[in-house]
């Protein structure tokens, strides 16, 4: 498509596809041309806009408030713990002969993860995952539990404040600034709907490489210090988002197209990410790439907020697998599923 049709109108999405690098840039960044905030309500019960479907200056107030409060410092602090809870999990799959990587390693590991950041109890944990199982299946029971139970937690912490990223969302607040509490409750939902599925799927699709291309997953064991430039390239390759939404603010004009106001395009991340005019063997997996300037986490004022902490669980739980595991293979009877969202790139189940 980068070739034959870079930029056209789909009928059935009733949307325009983006599928070059340089456009792709283009459309993600210029928030004047190609808005993030959608002229349909999101449908959504529990849901204000948050801040991937805002533009500025509301979304620069909001992304200001989140990030005195989501801070490198607090990523890096989990470091210790992201990692207990790596062997927590590799304990229990040691157990058994076989495994779903998923349902054993990959899906928990980031719900424990960001449930610990938020401050929930440890204790609450398996009904907490229960409900973000639901929130990402978009099933409005576990929607409302969610935001019900995130209530109750800013109430708590209100009241008694404690050290996690919620106690410091309401001190943010009570100084006066814009986040509501409503706000708190959504940017809470945010981090699960935003950071969950995807870093699965970073682990898994990085699991799923390795086994696809066995010269670079033997070059990666001899040389672990590869890992954090193989995780990028699994970025790249097998991106985990694989498109974004924009809708035109103004008519534009993207290549010999004319895009009337009001649509909706599409920038293809992860067509973007395998563009042969930025990168080299653009079809090969490369685990040392360099230089490797991919879009996996968006560009421009959206770009994820949420990098360095799914680098980390994914360098940590990558790690661990492969030291913990010399002779982890996949179990290629099992025909791989892909997920059936074309939006997301991942598996249905890795047995391994
Ligand atoms: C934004 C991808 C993990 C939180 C984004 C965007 C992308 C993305 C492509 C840009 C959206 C846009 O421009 O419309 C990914 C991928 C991840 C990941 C591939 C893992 C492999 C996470 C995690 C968190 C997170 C772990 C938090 C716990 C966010 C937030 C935004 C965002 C809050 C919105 C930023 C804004 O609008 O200013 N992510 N993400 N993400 N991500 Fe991630």
Redesign the pocket.
Known sequence: MRQSAPIFYDKEWQAWMVFRYDDVERV?SEWKTFS?KSPQPLGREDFTQS??Q?DPPK?QSL?TL?QKVFTPHRVEAMESRITELTHELLDQMKQHKQVDLIQAFSSPL?IFV?GEILGVPVDQRSDFKRWSDGVLASDPTAIKNMADYFRQLLKERQSHPGQDLISDLIAAYEEGEKLTGQEVVDFCI??LT???E??T??ITNTIWCLHEHPDENQRLRNDLSLLPSAIEEV?RYY???TF??RFTQVETQIGDQTIPTGQLVHPW?ASANRDELHFDNASSFIIDREPNKH?????????????P??RL??KIGVKALLEEFPNLRVDSKEPLKPLPNIRVHGLESLSV
């Open positions: 993600s993030s801040l991937p805002t979304h992304r989140v980031p960001i945010l981090l935003a950071g969950n995807t870093t799927n970073l970025l991106s985990p988002v974004l939404n991340l879009f996996a986490f968006g560009n421009g004022i959206h770009f994820c907020l949420g990098a902490l799914t669980e994914a």
